[in-house]
């Protein structure tokens, strides 16, 4: 099932299943913004990253001795058991509460909910993650948005280039063929606030920013006036990834990061998680704007 809101800028259409964006599209002029799934290219549109990000080295992670397994960037993005709740005109509202199948993979009670929220020429999308368990729980968020690129037919992908909130100097993590990240690092962005897109860019997988001062980025086009405005002060890491000659830029918020290719294994030991006390609360929110 999918579900639409709409105002008098924007109509945003976010499917059940994995509480995944699957449209965003400009009520003034009609342009698609995301990207439409092709499932020959890459059959997702912007999946929501629990409990981990990227991969898992071996495809497993070890809990107080017991192994366990979960999917390349977690199960909410498989899930057909995200149950809208308290919907409204301007926002879209889903739920997902730990059970036998999550527990399979992931040993901590929890309920995740996720909400979009539609002012104007912005979506606001804020993740609220409860600890429902008796122990600390561990776990990684991230968002997989990916956007048309070109977004207009006289356009080519290398038209297009992200635009950093400021001046950076920043490298990106080399990755293993499995998608383990490393310690070698080349850099990317040399005292500069613009990352030109280009296929080779994507070639030995996503560019992956650990350190970067921007929390806002834009992507823009060298031959048209409308942007895309991502911002994720939530967030300490950023992700940017295609796949090489592909018609779309995921620009990935994220709170955590794929395995490395060192790791012991341990969930405990993982970098980045986040460890949230029993009852307590996590929320963190990026937001989408569409200047045109």
Not at 25 to 33: F, L, N
Not at 201 to 226: M, P, T
Request: proline fraction near 5%; charge should be negative.
């Amino acid at each position: 099932m999918i579900h639409t809101i709409s105002n008098s800028s924007l109509r945003l259409s976010v499917q059940q299943t994995g509480a995944e964006i699957c449209s965003i599209q400009s009520v003034k002029s009609g342009k698609e913004y995301i990207w439409q799934a092709d499932p020959v290219i890459w059959g997702s549109h912007a999946p929501v990253l629990f409990p981990i990000i990227g991969s898992l080295k071996n495809n497993e992670y070890y809990y107080d001795g017991m192994r366990y397994s979960i999917p390349k960037h977690g199960f909410i993005r498989y899930s057909e058991k995200l149950d809208p709740t308290n919907n409204t005109s301007d926002r879209i509202v889903f739920k997902l509460k730990s059970d036998a199948e999550t527990l399979n993979m992931y040993p901590f009670d929890f309920e995740f909910i996720v909400t979009f929220q539609l002012l104007g020429n912005r979506i606001n999308i804020m993740h609220k993650v409860t600890n429902l368990d008796f122990k600390e729980m561990f776990f990684s968020l991230g968002a997989h948005p990916a956007f048309r690129c070109p977004i207009n037919d006289n356009e080519i992908f290398d038209d297009y280039f992200i635009e950093f909130e400021t001046t950076e100097k920043a490298s990106s993590h080399r990755l293993t063929d499995g998608g383990l990240v490393t310690d070698k690092t080349f850099l990317v962005l040399d005292n500069t606030d613009i990352l030109p897109l280009k296929p080779s860019l994507f070639e030995k997988d996503a560019l992956i920013f650990k350190k970067l001062k921007s929390r806002k980025v834009r992507l823009r086009s060298h031959q048209s006036d409308q942007y895309i405005t991502l911002r994720f002060s939530d967030f300490n890491y950023l992700g940017i990834w295609t796949k090489p000659h592909a018609p779309f830029i995921c620009i990935e918020p994220w709170l955590g990061i794929t395995d490395h290719v060192n790791t012991d294994g341990n969930l405990k030991n993982k970098e980045a998680m986040i460890k949230l006390p029993v009852g307590q609360s996590f929320m963190a929110q990026y937001s989408i704007e569409i200047n045109e």
